[in-house]
């Protein structure tokens, strides 16, 4: 039989995907954890994926490979798209595939499959993907190429003895190191808002708590002094915020195939660590560099969405990102409350408000009111010479 690595996450449709491929080849199930497995859903998992007749089963740990190839230079960037979400799950579909990929590889496993259908983005990632960095292994997608319905592959498992609880829950929920996607009946239309029980977290927190982010030359070092890894700080901060039940929104973007689409997400630590990233860097950089990086950070975010990470344009991105954090250190003061949280400010010694040349709209220490209208009567040359030509 000839050896396959399927993309498995306990689902119905790779759970299809395992019994019916199992038939014919050597299956080796692989999941990849970036971020929101226990050990005992790990262990479900691989319970499960054996109960499918797989060959193998193995779970890659890859939060830190997640939080160093992508995460670290969407924080640098301050990557929210359309200026709301933070890209939490087709960020972590690019590394997923591309530890699969690597997995089979390591094998010499001659094919390759995934669950996705052939109406969302999922597919365009992974299939881009392998066929990239494994030009030779042969993609095989069941559910895509046989137009299945839901409960058709429940009958399926059934006819196979594999009668577990397929029952579709009325949310589905992916999880990980950079938010939690939520998609229910509600976000499939334009007009109904997810109601608030559909969200993971619940408001568990009243009152006020002040939180301090540390940043070093971009990275997120340290939560409340508690230097530790900066994913390890990500997680420690949402088990924090997620009792205020911050982080709630819907976002509203276009599909790599041409359709629009809607998901709710919450995402407690994304948001707060963009946000108080990108307000100290208001405060250290300088107006050129913050004009260049926002839309340098937007083409770097929309790419990664569309599944364009082994472009080499990325990695030309990511220097420009990793040059532009040199001066971004310091303390960022955060106040969570119920649904929402506020920036307080900053403490960092490149703080370019601190410097001697002036206070903004009070004095001035470094010119003279000649100089200043010498410098606006040159600066406004160009407006004047339009309109004496153009009158």
């Not at 019916?20 to 859903?41: C, M, R």
């Not at 990470?309 to 971004?328: G, H, I, N």
């Amino acid at each position: 039989m000839k050896k396959l690595v399927i993309a498995y996450s306990g689902g119905l449709d790779t759970s299809y995907c395992a019994v019916s491929l199992s038939k014919d080849y050597d299956v080796h199930a692989v999941s990849v954890n970036t971020g929101g497995f226990t050990s005992e859903e790990i262990k479900n998992i691989e319970s499960n994926a054996y109960k499918m007749g797989v060959t193998t089963y193995k779970n890659i740990d890859a939060v830190a490979t997640f939080y160093n190839k992508v995460v670290k230079y969407l924080i640098f960037g301050n990557v929210l798209k359309n200026a709301t979400y933070p890209l939490s799950v087709s960020a972590e579909r690019i590394i997923q595939a591309i530890e699969i990929i690597e997995y089979a590889k390591s094998i010499n496993a001659e094919y390759i499959a995934h669950g996705s259908t052939g109406a969302g983005n999922d597919q365009v990632r992974f299939d881009m993907i392998f066929q990239t960095l494994a030009p030779n292994i042969k993609i095989i997608t069941p559910i895509r190429d046989q137009k299945l319905s839901r409960q058709e592959e429940i009958d399926y498992l059934k006819s196979e003895g594999i009668d577990m609880n397929w029952e579709k829950s009325k949310y589905s929920v992916n999880k990980g190191l950079w938010g939690t996607s939520v998609g229910g009946v509600e976000t499939l239309k334009s007009e109904k808002p997810l109601p608030s029980e559909a969200y993971p977290s619940q408001l568990e927190k009243e009152g006020e708590e002040k939180v301090t982010l540390t940043f070093k030359n971009g990275e997120f070092v340290a939560l409340n002094g508690q230097e530790n890894a900066p994913e390890v700080n990500i997680e420690n901060l949402n088990d924090i915020a997620s009792k205020y039940a911050i982080g709630r929104d819907i976002h509203v973007g276009d599909t790599i195939v041409g359709t629009k689409g809607r998901v709710g997400f919450e995402a407690a630590a994304a948001l707060i660590t963009v946000k108080a990233h990108h307000l100290l860097e208001k405060h250290t950089l300088t107006k050129w560099q913050l004009q260049h990086k926002e839309y340098l950070s937007s083409f770097y975010g929309m790419h990664l969405h569309e599944g364009q990470y082994l472009d080499p344009v990325m990695r030309d991105t990511e220097a420009f990102l990793q040059s532009s954090q040199k001066m971004v250190s310091g303390n960022v003061v955060v106040t969570l409350k119920p649904y929402h949280f506020t920036l307080d400010g900053i403490v960092s010694k490149h703080d370019l408000m601190s410097s001697a040349f002036s206070t903004y709209g009070e004095e001035n220490k470094a010119w003279t009111a000649d100089d200043a209208k010498g410098f606006i009567k040159i600066i406004g040359n160009q407006n004047k010479i339009y309109k004496q030509v153009n009158s």
